[in-house]
C-alpha cells in the first residue's frame, strides 16, 4: 500500500536518492505502485504525499466509477489508447493489450499521460515528466507489449 511504500522511502532516505537523481537527469520508470509513489499525493487510506516527481493525485477507482457494477481492483486485460507520442511507444501499435491489477489510479495529472485505458473511467497507462516515467499496469505480465514497453525504455537508458 502506498503509506507503508512512501514511509520506508522516507525512513530509509531512498526517497532522497530519487529525487536527486530525477534532478541529474536520470531515466526513472515506476511501475505499478511504484507509478503511484512519483505523485504528489495519494488518498489510499488516508492522505500522504508521494515523491511529487509527477504532478496529480492518487484516487480510489471505485470513487469514480460510473457503472458501480464494475468490479475493483482493477484486474485484467486492457487496450491502450495513444495521447502523445513518446520513445517508450516505439515497438508497440495503438489498441495494443496490456495487464492491469490496482485499486488506485492517478488522476489530475493532465499533460504527464502518454497512454490510458477505459476502464469506465480513463485510467492513466503510461505517464511521463521529462526523464521521470510511471506504468500502472503490469508489463512483465502484459506479454509482448510489455517487453517492448521495458525494450524502448531500456533504449532510452
Request: net charge positive; glycine share 10%; aromatic share 10%.
Given at each position: 500500500?502506498f ?9 530509509t532516505?531512498?526517497?532522497k536518492?530519487i529525487k536527486?537523481?530525477?534532478q541529474?537527469?536520470?531515466?526513472i520508470?515506476g511501475?505499478c505502485?511504484?507509478?503511484?509513489l ?7 487510506y ?7 516527481l509527477?504532478n496529480?493525485d492518487?484516487?480510489?477507482i471505485?470513487?469514480?466509477l ?11 486485460w486492457n487496450s491502450?489508447?495513444?495521447?502523445n507520442e513518446?520513445k ?7 489498441g495494443?493489450?496490456?495487464y492491469y491489477?490496482h485499486?488506485?489510479y492517478?488522476?489530475?495529472?493532465g ?6 485505458s477505459d476502464y ?20 512483465e505480465?502484459?506479454g ?8 524502448a525504455?531500456?533504449e532510452?537508458?
Open positions: 500500500a503509506r507503508e511504500a512512501i514511509n520506508s522511502l522516507n525512513k532516505g531512498q526517497n536518492v536527486e537523481e530525477a541529474y537527469g536520470k531515466k520508470l511501475i505502485l511504484g507509478m503511484q512519483l505523485f504528489d499525493r495519494s488518498y489510499e488516508g492522505n500522504y504525499d508521494g515523491l511529487g509527477i496529480g492518487i484516487v480510489s471505485k470513487e469514480d460510473k457503472d458501480k457494477k464494475l468490479k475493483v481492483p482493477h484486474m485484467g491502450l489508447e495513444f495521447l513518446d517508450i511507444l516505439k515497438y508497440i501499435n495503438e495494443e493489450y496490456v491489477v485499486s488506485y492517478a488522476k489530475n495529472c499533460d504527464s499521460v502518454i497512454a490510458c469506465n473511467v480513463k485510467i492513466p497507462g503510461i505517464v511521463k515528466n521529462n526523464n521521470i516515467y510511471g506504468i500502472q499496469f503490469h508489463p505480465k502484459s509482448k507489449t510489455g517487453l517492448n514497453i521495458l525494450k525504455f531500456g532510452m537508458i
